[in-house]
């Protein structure tokens, strides 16, 4: 059937993005959890080698610095002969505005990072610990170099630039670590109130500027705060574009990964919905075929056949509302209430097959707002007539062996429309002789439009019906021809054509074998 529902939307508490429905959120969430936790791992180790390396080369270049002025003896042109290795350092410190004491700080604040920067990543590579806790870890090392820097600005170490250190620590663990710019934000949220605070207490600090020393004044001071939050705004800004493109190109995969797992899921489940169709009944006084076009890989549209005995065969073609998993979930329901339906009364009459069809639906399935149309047939070969009852379903069209059409209409509501005691099938009998033939379909075949947007309609198929251009056993694939040459544009519903028909020539009993002549066949017109 043709209704569509909207779908509630949901979404997980924290899901960057929420998708439709809960457990798709949930899934998305949790694997884009743990690729974020692969990669913050295997990130942070590389951020503390690099970090690890930078220490190493700062305390090399001191040393560096130390070991030239000993060896060029950039005092001896003072006058002094003979220095001590000491006293030639202490002195070219002191030139540079490094003092023997500040040489020493730089050089434990150069140890100290070193060490926490060599502990941190033997914790992590050998301990592994959970995400939260490698999180808090990822921030504590930036805040840590934020404050050391501040450390040294106080001690007045020259080359020192204030926060210019925690920028590079911030910058470079926003470039490696998989942060938000929630995330990014909180270390700054740490260490430039930190900063602040020492500005305020501290107001007379110097600076190496050009081999002069220069003092910071008050303005100077409040400048410096009111500014100071651009420090972090870089690393904030990476962290916010970098997450974005990672969680778009995961929701990418994730979409891909979860087609392909869908395509082959639908593929299966459209194997076990066929299965639920009967086979086409090629034998006997009454013969039943079908075709089926879903309009995706499974449909709300359904077939039952129960043959019975002494020849007799009930058919339930019934339409879900909807179209695929929904729908043929509610299909496998069905399925089931028939098959209890027929087992315990093979006998049962199309008007009672359809109550127990309403009721089913109306106090199970109709609370989601499902409903089904059904029409049923029983044909009895030896009566020579056609019981049927139908409910909401399209018009069927009983065409006898002398080319007359009657339309077969609806006789009550939707299933699960009205409860049990407002139902009544008000089911009729049509004769049903050798060389009828009925012609019954879904809504899927009339509802088709063509490229001006106009319907098939019943006419349509009460057209192709009274032509009498097809034989028997050939309508369904008629019939589907016909809505495929109408139809424009791709398939809009499920589309089912059933055919019951009665041969015009029936095989002789194994008893009269001998005695028996072929029947005369009565051609159709």
Known sequence: MGRRHKPKRGGGKGNPRAPESSIYTADFHAGFQVETKRLLRRRFLWLMGVLLALSVLSVGFLALIMWGAWRTGV??????????????????????????????????????????????????????????????????????????AILLRQQEVPNQIGLGQFLISHFLASLFLPWTARQALIPALVVLPASALSLLMFEGHTLFNGGHVRTFTVDLDYMSIAFSPLVALPGIAVCWLRHSRRLDKYANRYVRERYGEMRRELFDARRIHEALFPPPVTEGPVRVGY????????????????????????????????????????????????????????????????????????????????????????????????????????????????????????????????????????????????GDTLIAYTDGATECRDQEGRMLGVVGIQRLVASGRVEPGHWPQAVRTMVENHRFGPVADDTLVIELTRPLQSEPKPADDARAKPATPRVSP
């Open 291 to 434: 075709t089926y076009e879903p309009m995706r890989q499974i449909g709300g549209d359904f077939l039952y056949i129960h043959r019975g005995e002494r020849g007799r065969v009930s058919v339930v073609l019934i339409d879900v509302t909807g179209h695929g998993i929904p729908a043929a979930l509610t299909v496998n329901r069905l399925h089931g209430e028939l098959e209890r339906v027929f087992a315990e009364n093979p006998s049962v009459e199309p008007g009672e097959v359809l109550r127990l069809l309403n009721s089913y639906v109306h106090l199970t399935l109709s609370s989601h707002s499902v409903y089904v149309t059904a029409i049923c047939f029983r044909a009895d070969p030896e009566a020579g007539t056609l019981a049927y009852a139908s409910g909401g379903h399209p018009p069927a069209f009983l065409r006898a062996v002398d080319g007359t059409v009657d339309q077969l209409d609806s006789t009550t509501f939707v299933l699960g429309a009205v409860p049990d005691h407002s139902f009544h099938p008000e089911p009729g009998v049509r004769p049903f002789t050798p």
């Open 75 to 148: 005092l001896n042109a003072e006058g002094e002969d003979a220095i001590t290795f000491s006293t030639a350092i202490a002195r070219y410190l002191e030139r540079g505005g490094f003092s023997a004491d500040q040489a020493w700080v730089f050089a434990l604040a150069s140890a100290a990072s070193f060490l926490y920067y060599a502990a941190a990543f033997v914790f992590v590579w050998f301990f592994r610990p959970s995400d939260k806790l490698l999180l808090r870890l990822t921030m504590a090392v930036v805040i840590a170099d934020g404050l050391l």
